[in-house]
Structure formats: C-alpha cells, structure tokens
C-alpha cells in the first residue's frame, strides 16, 4: 500500500498550529534507538524549529528542519 504524500507546507502548517505549546517529540536516531522527550516549540523559523525540552537538566534548545519531520524521523504531538 501507497502512503499518502505530504508537503512541506502542510508539515510548516501543523508545526506553526503548535506555536508556543507543549508538544511531545519523538527523534529516531538510527539503530533501533528512539529518543523520547516533551518540551516547548520555543521557535519556528523558515527553514527549522526548535523545542525547549522541560528536563532541568538540558541546557539549551533541539533543531530540527521541517524534512526530518515529512520523512519520519521526528515526530511531534500536542499535549
């Protein structure tokens, strides 16, 4: 079975729908390896977004581009 395509306007469209919330995100980092993690979309930009993960013992912010979104690798869901 075909999966149904996306765009990248539709990925910036959900992200942006997202602005300034809670989101929980799911990054696949190859090897059977998921990495599991809730946190702020603090930042949309042209070309990336970036999450402000709530573990106190992060520092800084995640980036991801909008094609790591339509191809799989990450994964964002609103809480």
């Known amino acids: 079975m075909i999966k149904p395509t996306?765009?990248?306007?539709?990925v910036k469209q959900m992200v942006k729908s997202?602005?300034?919330?809670?989101?929980?995100v799911?990054?696949?980092?190859?090897r059977n390896k998921c990495l599991?993690?809730?946190g702020v979309l603090?930042?949309?930009y042209p070309a990336l977004f970036?999450?402000?993960p709530d573990d106190k013992d992060f520092l800084g912010k995640t980036a991801y581009s909008y094609s790591d979104v339509l191809c799989g690798?990450?994964?964002i869901k609103p809480l």
């Open 50 to 52: 970036t999450v402000k």
């Open 26 to 30: 799911r990054v696949n980092l190859g």
């Open 36 to 38: 599991h993690y809730s």
């Open 73 to 75: 690798n990450v994964k």
């Open 18 to 24: 997202c602005s300034a919330r809670r989101v929980a």
């Open 6 to 10: 996306k765009k990248i306007t539709d």
């Open 42 to 44: 603090s930042g949309i």
